[in-house]
């Protein structure tokens, strides 16, 4: 398994990033992706997440509105666009693989994680 997250940087606030997730492998063809992210000297924290097929997606409260998860199964790239950035969005954000197809909100709902992008908006 072999993924990888990228697309982060610096932003100010108000504005957009779009993550991607690339799944060199294809080992999540079958599987729900997941978004989370991790601040410093703070617990990981799920932030999207979207099912096998992209027809059902789930987001933290603190997103809904801004960030949109979406999936391209002929690239197998998972996508997080973010929109209205926070200063408070800043963290790694790192994507993983579902054990199942539908979109779970919990770490232990995943098998496979790849390294994370740095998220960092400016106030």
């Known amino acids: 398994v072999q993924l990888q997250a990228s697309g982060g940087g610096l932003v100010q606030a108000g504005g957009s990033l779009r993550l991607s997730c690339a799944d060199s492998?294809?080992?999540?063809?079958?599987?729900?992706v997941g978004w989370f992210r991790q601040a410093p000297g703070k617990e990981r924290e799920f932030v999207a997440a979207?099912?096998?097929?992209?027809?059902?997606?789930v987001y933290a409260d603190s997103v809904k509105g801004r960030f949109t998860i979406s999936r391209d199964r002929a690239k197998n790239t998972v996508y997080l666009q973010m929109n209205s950035l926070k200063f408070e969005d800043t963290a790694v954000y790192s994507c993983?693989?579902?054990?199942?197809?539908?979109?779970?909100?919990?770490?232990?709902?995943?098998?496979?994680w790849g390294q994370g992008t740095q998220v960092t908006v400016s106030s």
């Open positions: 993983a693989v579902g054990l199942r197809s539908l979109p779970q909100t919990q770490t232990s709902g995943y098998i496979y």
């Open positions: 492998r294809r080992t999540a063809s079958n599987n729900a």
């Open positions: 979207i099912s096998w097929n992209g027809g059902n997606t």
